[in-house]
């Protein structure tokens, strides 16, 4: 078996782009395009359905929505501003605005589409929740709601990933909740979320599984991507301030799973002015790989050999490390609405250190890929503004790139004309 | 002595139930040994109505820790879709039960469903069970199925609605897999009271043989469970004597102690 056979399709020709119809809901089976659906265990089929029935009443509920906007506001800072990054648009010559989810409580946008779910999780009469998480950041997140909730949590991290990340797993545990190691397969975030999942066949009856990304089966990459759409929403009426009532040129994120990226494309997607363009890790590329599969619940680009085995993703951010991407991100690299690029370490490392000297805000490693694809592109871009989704702060991952770059602290990495 | 492959699966396994006959359909991941077609040669002497042959994938999400470890070990032994499909095709001639294959979807949409399809009934398969794969999509998959003349068994949950049930039964061929329990496959102490009430709902819906699978790990659950059924899968207790380094004689021994429990009911 392996001539690769008809799922190497390349993308469809899908005819002009729509672009009020990007970014809308998916067709009743839960696909956007040719990617989606729901991939999962009969045990699990009416649980899915359960949180579709549920959010659809929650989203159309003014009162669900008047206590997740209070939380936003009141508990985690809403809205994040928006900063303009004088000194380092000088130095490259590119307006650089950035969207500042770094300045959320918990340090990133996960826990936007956290505390949502955990109102759901309350709504549908559940008592406790199950996450995944590669870095740290949405089992912090998580860990966090549900105290500020009363859930029970448990977090499942790759045993690998518990190590590299040790302080965050004492967070969780601090924060209350179980941290339970995923020690099978490689031991990172996939198998985190095959844990995951494991956990919730067994207990769905009384569990919600709090998915931190725009991934799995249907509803959820759709469900989170509503529950980040906060961050495009604010921004495109904070750039329309900023700018005199224009948009930017382009907006840029980092793509794990997506759900950063996903939040604020839609505040654009139906401006067929403003350029999206997302940067995955050189090392988990999927979209840039471009080769459809089936995992975790959906139908996406997928990084596996030539006889559908799922391959690691290897990256210096572990919260890109995942092999997959979320499938409306395959949908949008289908019809060219969003482009993909993928980005190395050592560029990442260049931008980290840039943005840390220029405008003193340390990115996380994340979203340094966002901002080392528009240092690669400034020549291009020279002249046009850019909005970055500076999606999390590096905080967590200073150790990470100190012992990378010692006690020169990155000094010698000027930024080249 | 092979038979069409069409519809070869349910006509077996009904007429081994109507002539009085519990069903025992044992689990082996393929490729797990270099001899693991002995393995299933032995099992089939042994007394097994049918075989089910894992697909071993990276992240078998309906697995618990022993399947997980099999499926590790066989890829890890260089073990592909083609590889099994060689090997079955080398021992066809002697199984004259019917195989069922369980890959999880990826490694079907990979191959594209129809080369999957194709290449699983040359090899002598009759069945295929995808567990990643629910109603609503198996239009992915059951097209290709039906035109290469393999029969798609579906699985039923205790959590499965009654409307549910019924067209999750008439779509099932071959037999329907009733899930005993809430989670993944794996051995327990006891199957627990969800079975015998799956079982009397999937009994009272359909006449295809019902098949009761998931935490059967001794003879004695293989009888309670198989009283209110057509038939047990037994998976994980085999792939643990397996793991364990047993001879191919002891853990046909296992399966033969199976067959006796659900022979004298
Ligand atoms: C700060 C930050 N940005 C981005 C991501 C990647 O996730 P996503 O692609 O879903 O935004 C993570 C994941 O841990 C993160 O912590």
New binding site residues.
Partial sequence: MSDPGPADLGPADLGPVDPVAVMGEPDASGRFGRFGGRFIPETLVAACGELDTAFRGAWADAGFRAELDGLLRDYVGRPSPVTECHRLSEAIGVRVLLKREDLNHTG???INNVLGQALLTRRMGKQRVVAET??G??GVASATAAALLGLDCVVYMGEVDMERQALNVFRMRLLGAEVRPASSGTRTLKDAINEAMRDWVATVESTHYLLG??MGPHPYPWLVRELQRVIGDEARAQCRALLGGADPDVVVA????????AGIFSGFADLPTVDLVGAEPAGGAAVGRGVPGVVHGSKSFLMQDEFGQVREAESISA??DYPGVGPEHAHLADTGRVRYEAVTDEEVLDAFVALSRTEGIIP?L??AHALALVLRERAALAGRTVLLNM??RGDKDVAQVSDILGPDAGASRRLHQ | MTEPAIGRLETHLRARRDGGRKLLVPYVTGGITPLWTELLRAMVAAGADAIEVGIPFSDPVMDGPTIQEASLRALERGTTPATILADLRAVAADVDVPLVAMPYFNLVFRAGPERFAAEAVAAGISGVIIPDVPLEELGEWEPAATAAGLETVLLASPITLDDRLAELCQRSQGFVYGVNLMGVTGERAAVGEQAGALARRLKRVTDKPVIMGFGVSSADHARAVAAEADGVAVGSAIMRRVLDGAPVEATAMFVAELRAALDAG
């Fill in positions: 990133s946008h996960k590669g870095a950041q949405h990304s725009v980092c793509v794990g799973g997506g759900s950063n990226a919260g890109l996380a994340e979203p999606s999390g």
